[in-house]
């Protein structure tokens, strides 16, 4: 039987776990969406809300949770009453806006040929099924 050991031993797929782990919270549409809308300024959860359409109450709110517990956000509690909360970026958080703004970026630039690959797939699995 193998001694217990408090330390983790390491394998060589821990760097891919560490990679899905951040791309599972930043790759979501909500947490991109909201690191981006705290990109310019601190904003308070009603501010959020109106400026990223769909998102429900419930949804912003674990999403803030989740960005928080990350380390990507940090929530401010002002002692106003009632008591008001602003959301801002973390250094972390900041330090992720590069690589988004690309990723956005390139979106944008390819968006049209991913669109017409997409209607190319779609019709070729049609013809392939008629």
């Known amino acids: 039987m193998k001694p217990f ?5 390491t394998t060589p797929n821990d ?5 899905r782990l951040i791309l599972d919270r930043i790759g979501d549409t909500w947490s991109f969406l909201i690191l981006l809308e705290l ?3 601190p ?3 009603g501010q959020l809300r109106a400026r990223i359409e769909d998102v429900s109450q419930r949804m912003l709110t674990a999403t803030l949770r989740n960005l928080q517990r990350d380390g ?4 401010e509690v002002f002692p106003t009453s009632p008591p ?4 801002r970026l973390s250094d972390i958080g900041r330090s992720v806006l590069g690589p988004m703004h690309a990723l956005e970026e390139w979106a ?6 991913v669109q017409r690959a997409r ?6 699995r049609a013809a392939e099924e008629a």
């Open 43 to 45: 904003l308070r959860f």
């Open 84 to 87: 008001s909360v602003e959301y």
């Open 39 to 41: 990109a310019n300024s």
């Open 15 to 19: 760097g891919d776990c560490a990679v």
């Open 108 to 113: 944008s630039k390819t968006r049209e040929v």
């Open 5 to 9: 050991s408090p330390v983790k031993e």
């Open 119 to 124: 209607e190319a797939y779609d019709n070729s």
């Open 72 to 75: 990507l956000i940090e929530r």
